[in-house]
């Protein structure tokens, strides 16, 4: 399917803060891949909380529609307010259910230069990305001895399986085919119980064997986070609810320096969205110092998702090479370049 399109579409949302620094960069470097991909056709799409403050809307519905016409896209990130603001929610979450992108998928790879030292990792977190405390059913209400606030928590077996099935496919495409469940089954026996109970059994449902060969453990995220921090080598793909996988997934970031160099893809069964695991950063933003490494590389996981493995190699190889050098990178890897002389670095490697 992939040789029989003419051109890419791919709809870029930048959104707020640094996001409007790195989804550009990621669109160059896209750019500059020449034949290995079909002729990418970009569309620029708006979303987030500054589109939310002067349009009244966080996600458009030309930004959805759009993307319903789109193979692909590039989001960068949003800025959420911490105190609700009212008629705001987000826009990427939003994108998640109407996209149907139930699976978040978050490869954390040490760079080859700490390799020595510590342990080397290479792991990917798989998230649920639909349900979970995600569902946004809080209530609160006044009681004689104060508020009391609930939210609600959806776990169902279809979730459960499809994102399971993910994980197994991606493990199935690693040399160590290992997959290790995260829950807290101890405590929320229930619900979690359930999630760790369907993804148990996904290979009992697969045909003629196709996970036979796949070693699945797991363990309770309280003890995984732990673990993670002393022995990272452990783990190969990693599967979680959407809060459990959310929380993983940024403190595995923080094993290989920066945020600045870990990308994700939000992927469901008919479209894939590249975005950087890093938020909006409104510390650094409108400076330029901004890592573009990370929207690179979600813009090769998108593109290797989509199999266009030779243009996703490329991408990597290029990050990969620029890190290793160590001559031009942004400060947040301890460097002193700027965000547009660490995506010139990528493009002449490309
Ligand atoms: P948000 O609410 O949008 O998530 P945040 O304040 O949590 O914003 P993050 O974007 O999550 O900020 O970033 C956390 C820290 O990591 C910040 O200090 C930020 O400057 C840094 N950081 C994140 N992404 C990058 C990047 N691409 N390049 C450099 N530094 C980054
Ligand atoms: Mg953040």
């Known amino acids: 399917t992939t040789a029989a399109r003419s051109s890419l579409k791919i709809g870029l949302i930048p959104a707020d803060g640094i996001g409007k620094e790195v989804i550009p960069a990621a669109r160059a470097a896209i750019e500059a891949l020449g034949s290995d991909i079909p002729k990418p056709e970009f569309y620029n799409l708006d979303a987030g909380f500054e589109c939310f403050a002067s349009t009244g809307t966080a996600l458009p519905e030309e930004t959805v529609e759009a993307l319903q016409d789109s193979h692909c896209a590039l989001f960068g990130a949003v800025s959420s307010p911490i105190t609700k603001v009212t008629g705001y929610s987000s826009p990427i979450v939003a994108l998640r259910k109407k996209l149907d992108l139930y699976a978040n998928v978050r490869p954390v790879v040490s760079?080859?230069?700490?390799?020595?030292?510590?342990?080397?990792?290479?792991?990917?977190?798989?998230?649920?990305?639909t349900e979970c405390l995600y569902v946004k059913q809080e209530t609160i209400t006044s009681t004689e001895s104060g508020k009391e606030a609930r939210a609600t928590r959806l776990i169902t077996e279809r979730a459960s399986r499809r994102i399971g099935r993910l994980a197994f496919e991606l493990a199935l495409g690693r040399p160590r085919q290992l997959v290790t469940i995260i829950h807290k089954s101890n405590v929320l026996s229930v619900t979690d119980g359930l999630f760790r109970e369907t993804?148990?059994?996904?290979?009992?449902?697969?045909?003629?064997?196709?996970?036979?060969?796949?070693?699945?453990?797991?363990?309770?995220?309280?003890?995984?986070?732990?673990?993670?921090?002393?022995?990272?080598?452990?783990?190969?793909v990693m599967v979680a609810p959407n809060l459990y996988g959310d929380i993983?997934?940024?403190?595995?970031?923080?094993?290989?320096?920066?945020?600045?160099?870990?990308?994700?893809?939000?992927?469901?069964?008919?479209?894939?969205?590249?975005?950087?695991?890093?938020?909006?950063?409104?510390?650094?933003?409108?400076?330029?110092?901004?890592?573009?490494?990370?929207?690179?590389?979600?813009?090769?996981?998108?593109?290797?998702?989509?199999?266009?493995?030779?243009?996703?190699?490329?991408?990597?190889?290029?990050?990969?090479?620029?890190?290793?050098?160590?001559?031009?990178?942004?400060?947040?890897?301890?460097?002193?370049?700027?965000?547009?002389?660490?995506?010139?670095?990528?493009?002449?490697?490309?």
């Not at 760079?111 to 798989?126: C, G, I, S, T, W």
């Not at 003629?208 to 080598?233: C, K, T």
């Not at 400076?287 to 989509?306: C, E, K, Q, Y």
Request: a negative charge; zero cysteines; charged letters at 25%.
């Open 111 to 129: 760079v080859a230069e700490n390799a020595q030292e510590k342990p080397r990792v290479d792991l990917v977190v798989v998230r649920e990305n």
């Open 248 to 350: 993983i997934s940024d403190a595995a970031a923080a094993l290989v320096g920066s945020l600045g160099l870990v990308p994700s893809i939000n992927a469901g069964d008919n479209f894939v969205m590249g975005e950087p695991v890093h938020g909006s950063a409104p510390d650094i933003a409108g400076r330029g110092i901004a890592n573009p490494l990370a929207s690179i590389r979600s813009a090769a996981l998108m593109l290797r998702h989509l199999g266009y493995l030779n243009g996703a190699d490329r991408l990597d190889k290029a990050v990969d090479g620029v890190i290793r050098e160590g001559q031009v990178l942004t400060p947040d890897l301890g460097g002193s370049s700027k965000t547009q002389e660490v995506l010139d670095a990528v493009l002449k490697k490309i």
């Open 199 to 236: 993804i148990r059994a996904v290979p009992r449902f697969a045909e003629n064997g196709r996970y036979d060969n796949i070693q699945i453990e797991e363990q309770i995220v309280d003890s995984a986070v732990y673990r993670l921090f002393r022995e990272p080598q452990i783990y190969d």
